[in-house]
């Protein structure tokens, strides 16, 4: 008896501790995995293409001339041109996120000039006041760098700067001296108008606007300076004559489109299951 008492005792006794060893043992659980959201990376730089048009407000810095002889050169009375409108192309490469450069070339429509020139005419010779009437047109090549000042929700603000050269183009320049006094006006003399190339440069501000992943509003500001060169040829004991170069303060719309500009999908890769020991 007492030894079945002792077997059943120790029976119960195996019992609890199994049940205590399996209370006490709790595995980890399992982590639920669920579906990352796409993880997307914004390109930072790029090739783009670039469009714009423009409308110049134009100040002549002078023009002179070879009067009576080639050792006698004397400026213009008065001299101006016209407003004008722009139209231009580029390519560029978006280095960072705060650096782009890009080649621009432009077409500058044609610029009226006016001007006068004072002197003497008619048999017997009188004071006479000449109008010459010409209009001019360019094209530029310019390589330009630009620094974007950061991005605003939509907006991109920046400033930059650019050199290069422009070919401008004169027509032939048109000369009538008429007499002071009203007496009477010379024939109209015809000066073979002149082209050359020139250095130029510029600086710019303004801002881009996201339209698109791929396109880019832009709007701005540029100034000009492009330096002086020929302008007419010789014809009846006057001329040559030269331009003293011009400036142009413009603003422009356009637009960009950015090869790569769109957001790219990162593939999402799960971490690695920890490894439970039991």
Not at 207 to 229: E, M, P, Q, W
Not at 257 to 268: D, L, M, S, T
Request: charged share 20%.
């Amino acid at each position: 008896m007492t030894k079945t008492i002792l077997a059943a005792a120790t029976a119960l006794l195996c019992a609890s501790s199994a049940v205590l060893a399996a209370d006490l043992y709790q595995p980890e659980p399992q982590p639920a995995y669920v579906d990352a959201p796409e993880v997307t990376v914004a390109e930072a730089s790029g090739w783009y293409l670039r469009g714009d048009l423009g409308y110049n407000f134009n100040k002549l810095r002078g023009a002179e001339y070879f009067q009576g002889s080639n050792d006698t050169l004397t400026d213009f009375t008065t001299a101006s041109i016209k407003d004008n409108f722009t139209v231009g192309a580029g390519v560029g490469y978006q280095v960072n996120s705060y650096l782009r450069t890009d080649l621009t070339f432009d077409y500058m429509f044609k610029s009226d000039f006016r001007g006068s020139t004072t002197g003497t005419c008619g048999s017997p010779a009188e004071a006479c006041t000449s109008t010459d009437l010409a209009a001019m047109k360019a094209y530029t090549l310019m390589a330009n760098a630009y620094v974007d000042l950061g991005s605003y929700a939509y907006f991109t603000p920046y400033v930059g700067a650019g050199i290069g050269g422009s070919y401008v183009k004169w027509d032939k320049l048109r000369n009538t001296s008429c007499q002071d006094d009203g007496g009477g006006c010379d024939p109209t003399e015809e000066h073979g108008g002149k082209g050359s190339w020139r250095f130029a440069y510029q600086l710019m501000a303004g801002a881009s606007i996201d339209v698109t992943c791929n396109v880019k509003a832009d709007v701005g500001y540029r100034f000009r300076h492009t330096l002086g060169g020929d302008m007419f040829g010789y014809q009846a004991n006057g001329g040559p004559g030269y331009d003293k170069g011009f400036y142009s303060h413009g603003i422009h719309a356009g637009a960009r489109y950015v090869f790569g500009g769109c957001e790219q999908p990162v593939a999402y890769e799960p971490p690695v299951e920890p490894i439970v020991y039991k």
